[in-house]
Structure formats: structure tokens, C-alpha cells
């Protein structure tokens, strides 16, 4: 196979895509609802602090939307151009889904702009307060539909085989087809997690520039550490949901993710290591039994080997290291936040010294790539197969030979997204910092605050 083939092309344009693209997605969909804690927060309390946060992460959760909008314009773009013969068997059973993940970004962005310009509008303020709850919504259900999309890919359900044509199409039952609600918890808690993460990272760094303003990165820190703890244990759930499943309904992609070739009672979880020339592992952590709790919730169960399946159809190996990383930072994040709760119950200790925060700075990073190697695994997993045992990614790319001029287009596209998005939070929070904003407006907070 030649580099330039239009296969590999399309592979590697829908690659970079959806890696530009879960940022602004996983951005969009988490940020929406800590605006709308802080500010319930503040107004419960009657606290400022709180309420300056709501509308510091308002003004940077409008870049993201709006550099979002435009790399889900091309995805969509993509489907057609890239994946033609993709769209024509499939796009009659994806078309709902794909039309209603737009109305909810409509309906998310009509409510925001009305929460963006109506601050200080309202004698109740908990009138402004409510209308966050239609954006949260809003950028949850586009999440979902958009994943019911990607989880009919991986479980396609709801049509009628004829002809190599999908016919008798019910698309609501593809919609919820079998793997789409543990998919769908995983990733709405996955962003939940992330975007906690990140804020968390943000105020760490913030409390150890020690540029004033302390007291508000620390409330900003406590309101972002309680919600990575809590949504980090119900990422696990769906994680060990979606093992559950995948031992069900996709074996071969579990067996790959822990290169576990032959099927056994008692299997062993596999933690890191390498193949060796004769595909053997070696160099690895080996757990006894828990692969088989994983799959089952039972220590002696029997895990189907990825020997069953035909060798033209199991995904690749790689896809071992990506689930370990997912999860081995899933955990960082639990034991981190949890450490956080635990310190800062204890008076004599200070839960903001410097190891702390340093631990906290890592956690934004981490978490962003842990979405990244989630989302790689859960695409290479499902290789070759573009549509799980009815297509497959080279039967359903483009054959276009000026699919590589696509190619630098869109890299040209979201190197310029990329640096204006750069450019414009700098512009938005550099040039007007929280301890500026605090001594402009609220002059009474700063007071003292310096620390």
C-alpha cells in the first residue's frame, strides 16, 4: 500500500479532525455546567467571588463554541467528501440524529446569547441563573446525539439488510442501539471530568503565580477538585459499563485493548509491556483474574481470546496502550482530587502548598489526553469496520485523487483555528486579569487578597 493512497489520506484527515475537534467538543460540553454552578453558588451565598467566575468562563466558553461550530462543520463536510460511499448506505439511518445534534446547538447558542447579555438584568437573580439550565442542556443532548451516531458505527441496529442496502430504516431504534447508552454515560461524564480538570489546572497555576486574587483561584479550585472527584468515579462506572458491554457484544475490541489472545477462564488484566518477534507479551503488569471481573464482575469468568476472530477483522494492537493510558489517568484524577478532600479536612495542613497545586497543574493536561486516547481507542478499536460487520473503512473512502489537496486545506484550517483560539483567550484574559476585574468592580473583595 502506497503512503498516498486515498484510504490512508481519509484516515488521516478524519484523525486529525476528530483530535482538533474533541477538544472544542469536550470544552463545549462541560464548561456550560460549572458556569452554572459557580453562579448558583454565588447567588446562594451571595458571594461575588463566585459570580465573577461564572462570567470569566462565559467569555471563554463563546471562543470555544465558536471554533467548535466551525470543526463540526467540517466533520460534516467530511462524512460526504471523504466518506461517500459511507453516507450513501448509511446516511438515511444517521440523518435524525445528525439534524437534531444541530437543533440542540441551535438551542444552546440562542439561550447563551440571551444568559450573555441579560447579566444585572433581573431584580431575581436566580431568574438569570436558570437560563444556564438550556445550555447545559443543550450542549449535553448535542453530545448525545452525536454519539448515538458513533455508536451505531459500533452496534448498527434499526434496518433491514437488502441488496447491500439499507432498507425498513426505524431511526430512533438506531439510535438506541446497544451500545449507545453506556457510551453516551461515558462520554458525558468523561467531559464533565475533563473540563473540571482543566478549570482546576487554571486556578492552580493562577494560586502559585501568587498574583493576587487568592481567595477567588481558591474558591475556583474547590468548586472544580469536588467535581473531578465526583465525576471521575462515575467515568469509572461507564468505563467498567462499557467493558461490560464490549465483552458481550465486541469481544475482539476488549481482547485487543489488553492483548488477550486465547480464551480462558480466570484472565489476567495486562498492564503495559510490549510484544516481543513472536507475539508474546513481556515486560507487563499482570493483575490475575480481574480481566475476567472486567468483562463479567466475575473473578473466574471465561474471556473470549482474540484468536476468534478472523484475522482480517481484529484491530490493531496498538489500541493496549491508549485503554491502559485512559484508564491509568482516569485513576491519577480519582486519587488526586480524593487526596485534595482529604488534606483540605485537615486544619493544620495546607491543601494549596506547592506539591498540591504542581499535582493539580498536571491534572488538566492529562485529562484532555486521556479523552484523546479514549476516542483513539474507541475508533481503532472498531477497525476495519467503518460500520461494524457491514463496511469497511476502505470499501467506504473516497477514491477522489485530490484527496490529499483536502488534506493540507483542512491542516491549514486548524492551524489557524488553533492559533487564533490562542490568541484571543490571551487577548480575553491577559489584558484583562481577574485582579484587574476585582479592583475595577468589586473593590471591597481585592481588599486583603493579595496573598
Do not use: C
Amino acid at each position: 500500500m502506497e503512503f498516498f493512497d486515498t484510504v490512508t489520506v481519509s484516515r488521516a484527515i478524519t484523525a486529525m479532525t476528530l483530535i482538533f475537534h474533541i477538544i472544542f467538543a469536550t470544552l463545549g460540553v462541560g464548561v456550560p455546567l460549572y458556569i452554572s454552578i459557580a453562579e448558583f453558588i454565588g447567588i446562594r451565598k451571595k458571594d461575588k467571588h463566585y459570580e465573577l467566575l461564572a462570567k470569566r468562563w462565559a467569555r471563554g466558553f463563546v471562543i470555544t463554541v465558536a471554533i467548535g461550530v466551525v470543526t463540526g462543520t467540517a466533520i460534516a463536510l467530511q462524512l460526504s467528501l471523504v466518506w461517500p460511499n459511507f453516507m450513501q448506505m448509511a446516511g438515511n439511518v444517521i440523518a435524525l440524529p445528525l439534524f437534531m445534534e444541530v437543533f440542540a446547538f441551535f438551542f444552546e447558542a440562542i439561550f447563551l446569547g440571551i444568559y450573555l447579555y441579560t447579566w444585572d438584568r433581573f431584580k431575581n437573580k436566580y431568574t438569570h441563573w436558570l437560563l444556564t439550565l438550556p445550555v447545559v442542556l443543550g450542549a449535553g443532548i448535542s453530545a448525545v446525539f452525536i454519539t448515538t451516531v458513533n455508536s451505531f458505527m459500533n452496534s448498527p441496529d434499526g434496518f433491514t439488510m437488502e441488496n447491500g442496502e439499507f432498507v425498513a430504516v426505524n431511526p430512533i431504534e438506531a439510535m438506541l442501539n446497544p451500545s449507545a447508552p453506556v457510551r453516551i454515560f461515558h462520554v458525558l461524564g468523561g467531559s464533565y471530568v475533563t473540563v473540571a480538570a482543566i478549570l482546576a489546572t487554571i486556578a492552580a497555576i493562577a494560586l502559585l503565580r501568587k498574583k493576587g486574587a487568592a481567595a477567588y483561584h481558591k474558591k475556583a479550585l474547590k468548586i472544580t477538585v469536588v467535581s473531578m472527584f465526583i465525576f471521575s468515579i462515575l467515568t469509572a462506572v461507564g468505563g467498567d459499563l462499557s467493558a461490560k458491554y464490549l465483552a458481550n457484544h465486541q469481544p475482539e475490541k476488549l481482547a485487543a485493548a489488553e492483548w488477550h489472545f486465547e480464551t480462558e477462564e480466570s484472565a489476567d488484566l495486562v498492564l503495559f509491556g510490549w510484544l516481543n518477534e513472536d507475539n508474546e507479551v513481556v515486560g507487563e503488569i499482570r493483575l490475575p483474574g480481574f480481566l475476567s471481573f472486567l468483562a463479567h464482575g466475575n473473578f473466574t469468568a471465561e474471556v473470549i481470546g482474540l484468536e476468534e476472530t478472523p484475522e482480517g477483522e481484529r484491530p490493531p494492537l496498538i489500541v493496549h496502550y491508549f485503554f491502559d493510558l485512559m484508564v491509568s489517568i482516569g485513576m491519577f484524577l480519582t486519587g488526586i482530587s480524593f487526596l485534595y478532600l482529604v488534606v483540605s479536612k485537615i486544619k493544620r495542613w495546607d491543601v494549596h502548598n506547592k506539591f498540591m497545586l504542581w499535582l493539580l497543574v498536571l491534572t488538566g493536561p492529562l485529562a484532555m489526553l486521556a479523552i484523546e486516547f479514549g476516542w483513539l481507542y474507541a475508533e481503532l478499536g472498531r477497525q476495519p469496520w467503518i460500520v461494524r460487520g457491514y463496511m469497511t473503512v476502505d470499501e467506504a473512502a473516497t477514491s477522489s485523487p485530490y484527496i490529499v489537496h483536502m488534506f493540507f486545506l483542512f491542516l491549514a484550517l486548524y492551524i489557524v483555528l488553533g492559533t487564533l483560539f490562542v490568541i484571543t483567550l490571551r487577548k480575553l484574559f491577559k489584558d484583562n486579569p481577574v485582579e484587574v476585574e476585582l479592583e475595577k468592580h468589586y473593590p471591597e473583595l481585592n481588599k486583603g487578597d493579595e496573598s
